[in-house]
């Protein structure tokens, strides 16, 4: 039976968490972590950032981002960073003993631990029913050898993604494969 949940908590599940990388004007990195955000236009990736975060400060100032798949092995980095400012705390990345290096591509800092990351160039920011909607074109996507298969592709079940349950404000990892996409649902095709 259906219950009638009202919309005071709508949700989607999962979410994804995405560490998302910047520097400062003064070249400090801030990461942050954002649960609102998604893949679009293919090459493009879109991020739904509250107006007072320090990384949305430091994206109109350098025009660029890079983000990452949180992974379980860092949970405790990734809820940190979701919790602490850069605005409010100025050795906000330095406790979390993490490592940065400077973009090749991009004007923003990798985090090295993280497993997949995005690197990317601004296209656009704009209001989106309160909250700023930050878009830009992934130039590059870098991965950790050890989590490709041998088709030289992310294997998702060797990432160990970490995924946001915004019902219940917990996190998951994502599970083990159990389809092929585009193949599981052929024969119903043939009716
Ligand atoms: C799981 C999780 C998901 C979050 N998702 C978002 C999000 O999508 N957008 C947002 O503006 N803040 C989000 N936050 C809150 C920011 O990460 C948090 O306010 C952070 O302190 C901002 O850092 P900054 O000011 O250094 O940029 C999330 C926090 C957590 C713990």
Redesign the pocket.
């Given at each position: 039976m259906l219950k009638d949940l009202g919309c005071s908590l709508p949700a989607v599940y999962p979410m994804p968490?995405l560490m998302v990388a910047t520097y400062g004007e003064d070249g400090k990195v801030?990461v942050?972590?954002?649960?609102?955000?998604s893949i679009c236009g293919m090459d493009k990736i879109a991020?739904?950032?509250?107006k007072d975060?320090?990384?949305l400060k430091n994206i109109n100032a350098r025009k660029a981002f890079t983000v990452s798949l949180a992974d379980e092995a860092h949970l405790k980095e990734i809820?940190f960073?979701?919790?602490?400012?850069?605005?409010t705390m100025s050795d906000?990345f330095e406790r979390t003993g993490l490592h940065a290096v400077k973009s090749k591509n991009v004007d923003a800092p990798v985090v090295e631990e993280f497993p997949v990351t995005m690197e990317c160039k601004l296209e656009e920011v704009r209001d989106c029913f309160g909250?700023m909607q930050v878009v830009g074109t992934i130039v590059n996507v870098l991965a950790e050898e050890k989590t490709l298969d041998e088709a030289g592709k992310v294997n998702a079940e060797k990432i160990n993604a970490v995924i946001?349950d915004q019902f219940r404000n917990t996190y998951y990892t994502s599970g083990k494969e159990v389809a092929k996409a585009w193949r599981v649902g052929a024969e119903l095709m043939k009716k």
């Open positions: 968490v801030d942050m972590t954002v649960a609102w955000g991020l739904y950032l509250a975060r320090k990384t809820d960073l979701g919790t602490a400012s850069g605005n906000k909250e946001f």
